[in-house]
Every structure is written in structure tokens, then in C-alpha cells.
């Protein structure tokens, strides 16, 4: 599977931004896709997570309520929607999937497959 990310840029606070993740190859596969952040100087985090299927989301619990995860699986693309941004939302964010249902949907080692990351900067 081949992710490719999209959709960051420069947002003032309280703003709002929508990322893409766009699958191709075995797109099939997919179980759940996941969306993952890093901050300068921290480590990556769980963002947020949506069973491929069945739709199911699962979100960490400093993006509930502002970012929504869904998906089009018919066009092999996931979307974060990220509203009422913060400056601490300011990250690379990445998309991921996991192809073999390790069940640890917060956790990075389930995912096998990950986008090159986007940018998103929230100003203050």
C-alpha cells in the first residue's frame, strides 16, 4: 500500500484545515487507517484512527471534538478534519494503515504503511 498525504499548510488559531491520505496498491488490505503527529522536538503521537470498513473512529483525547477522521473508501482516501486548531496542534502529520488487524489502533507498530507526512503550523 502507497500512501500519499496532503492538505497542510499555515492556518491562523481557531482555523481549520482538512488532510487527505490517498491509497493505492493493495488498497484492499486496509483495516484501519490512522493519523499520527510530531512536534519539533517530541516524539510522534496518536491522533486519530477509522476501521476501513466499518467506519469506527477512535480519537486522542486532546483532538476530540475538533478534528473529525473519515474516509471515502470507494476512492481509497481518508480526510482529518481538523477545526478549531491550536497552536499546539502545530505538527507533521502522517497517515498510516494497518493491513493485518493487530488491534492496537493508538499504538505506531500496527501500522505497516506510512505517507511522507504533511505540515501543518497553527499561528498564535
Known amino acids: 500500500v502507497q500512501l500519499q498525504a496532503s492538505g497542510g499548510g499555515l492556518v491562523q488559531a481557531g482555523g481549520s484545515l482538512r488532510l487527505s491520505c490517498a491509497a493505492s496498491?493493495?488498497?484492499?488490505?486496509?483495516?484501519?487507517m490512522g493519523w499520527f503527529r510530531q512536534a519539533p522536538g517530541k516524539e510522534r503521537e496518536f491522533v486519530a484512527a477509522?476501521?476501513?470498513?466499518?467506519?469506527?473512529?477512535y480519537y486522542a483525547v486532546s483532538v476530540k471534538g475538533r478534528f473529525t477522521i473519515f474516509r471515502d473508501a470507494a476512492k481509497n482516501t481518508g480526510h482529518l478534519q481538523m477545526d478549531a486548531l491550536k497552536a499546539e496542534d502545530t505538527a507533521v502529520y502522517y497517515c498510516?494503515?494497518?493491513?493485518?488487524?493487530?488491534?492496537?489502533?493508538?499504538?505506531?507498530?500496527?501500522?505497516?504503511?506510512w505517507g511522507q507526512g504533511t505540515q501543518v503550523t497553527v499561528s498564535s
Open positions: 498510516a494503515t494497518d493491513t493485518t488487524l493487530h488491534g492496537e489502533l493508538m499504538a505506531q507498530s500496527s501500522y505497516e504503511y
Open positions: 496498491g493493495r488498497t484492499s488490505s486496509i483495516i484501519t
Open positions: 477509522i476501521t476501513w470498513s466499518g467506519g469506527y473512529t
